[in-house]
């Protein structure tokens, strides 16, 4: 199991960049590099929701929501990963069964 990281451009806010860590063991960190802010969420915890021209990103860190918007072929990307990540936990878990 190894983590995959991809870093996109904030839709709404073009001059920031959030670095995304897809963990398999069923976690996403986000980190808005230049505004040295850090999220974790559990898959649970994430929604992907079109706003026009951009996908809202959210999820939960301790009960506290956050959120962030992405370009629609980045948020796509992204929900792919999540959702290989899921299946690659899932398969390591039926193994060791």
């Known amino acids: 199991m190894i983590a995959t990281h991809r870093k996109y451009c904030l839709s709404n806010r073009p001059n920031l960049h959030a670095h995304f860590e897809v963990n398999p063991i069923g976690k996403l960190d986000v980190e808005i590099i230049e505004l040295q802010e850090h999220h974790t969420t559990e898959f649970d915890d994430l929604t992907f929701k079109s706003k026009g ?3 809202e990103v959210s999820g939960k860190e ?4 956050w959120q962030c918007n ?3 072929s980045d948020a796509l990307e992204l929900s792919t990963l999540i959702e290989e990540a899921n299946e690659e936990y899932e398969v390591l878990m039926r193994d060791l069964m």
């Open 53 to 55: 021209n951009c996908i």
């Open 62 to 65: 301790h009960s506290v929501p």
């Open 70 to 72: 992405l370009a629609v």
